[in-house]
């Protein structure tokens, strides 16, 4: 069966619209959401409908969000005399997520978003208040960075960041023949559901977050130089001592050898010095 297309505009290039037209793969990615009737499901970036259509069928309670002016209008139109449906037009950037949903920690989101914002999207749907679970389509690339464990070439900060407070496992491959227009790689489906309860509070993943961007930033430095001699750090040779010693962790480890508790304990460790980006005290 041919995709359905609402859409009269071509997809905007300035919004990274690049819509699922493979049946096959619309309807892995709808049921991998794994929502029962009436439970509360939001997607990002609904588009011309490739995921929102399987996910009204489900008879979810669905929130789905679409900043295209001629997109989102075309989806209410479709969908306004389901009363689960509720099309939301507006940048998923700017919108307060966990007031959009009857009860956002029940809230599975699901999305085919575009790549040049796919890190902020994870960050912003990763803040306090959690979602129940996350099935997101991104580049390949992003998505082999967020599941690399230590030691690992495509590990750093995004993988910590994601570790610190998610489990990450992969849903399927999306080749780029999949989309219209092609891109030029591959995408993964990923789910990312988020730990409950969870351990590390607003004010400790800022911090956390500081010290792994630093840290991959120089990761061909050794942790010891990094830590002391960074300008986002700058921590007292003596507090990176103590902090390396609590760990057990040699100076002259790198960045990509400490998993994503060692940094959230050295966070924890060296908080005076670890402080998000304006808000130093110098």
């Known amino acids: 069966m041919k995709p359905r297309r609402t859409g009269r505009g071509r997809p905007k290039r300035s919004l990274g619209q ?4 493979d049946p096959n793969l619309r309807r892995k990615i709808a049921a991998a959401v794994g929502a029962g009737e009436g439970e509360p499901v939001l ?5 011309r409908g490739a995921l929102t259509d399987h996910l009204v069928q489900a008879r979810v309670a669905l929130t789905a969000v679409e900043l295209d002016d001629e997109l989102a209008p075309e989806l209410a139109a479709r969908y306004r ?3 689960r449906t509720r099309v939301v037009h507006g940048d998923v950037l700017s919108l307060d997520l966990p007031n959009l949903t009857a009860d956002w920690t029940a809230t599975r989101v699901v999305g085919n978003i575009p790549y040049n914002i796919t890190t902020p999207i994870i960050f912003k749907l990763l803040t306090s208040p959690f979602p129940a679970d996350i099935v997101l389509t991104m580049q390949a690339e992003v998505a082999a960075r967020i599941l690399a464990g230590p030691g690992s070439r495509t590990y750093g900060a995004l993988s910590v960041g994601v570790a610190v407070h998610a489990e990450a496992t992969r849903v399927c491959r999306v080749p780029r023949g999949a989309f219209r227009p092609v891109p030029k790689v591959d995408s993964v489906a990923l789910r990312i559901t988020p730990r409950v309860p969870q351990e590390v509070d607003a004010a400790a993943a800022r ?3 500081t010290l792994t961007r630093a840290a991959f930033s120089w990761r061909r430095k050794q942790l010891g130089k990094i830590l002391h001699r960074h300008p986002d750090l700058r921590c007292a040779p003596a507090d990176v001592e103590r902090a390396l010693a609590e760990r057990s962790l040699l100076p002259s480890i790198r960045p990509e050898q400490l998993s994503a508790d060692d940094y959230v304990a050295l966070s924890r460790i060296l908080r005076p010095a670890v402080r998000p980006p304006g808000r130093r005290l110098r």
């Not at 690049?18 to 037209?21: G, P, Q």
């Not at 997607?43 to 588009?47: K, V, W």
């Open 81 to 83: 005399h389901d009363p």
């Open 43 to 47: 997607e990002i970036g609904a588009g």
């Open 207 to 209: 911090r956390v977050r």
């Open 18 to 21: 690049n819509f699922l037209v």
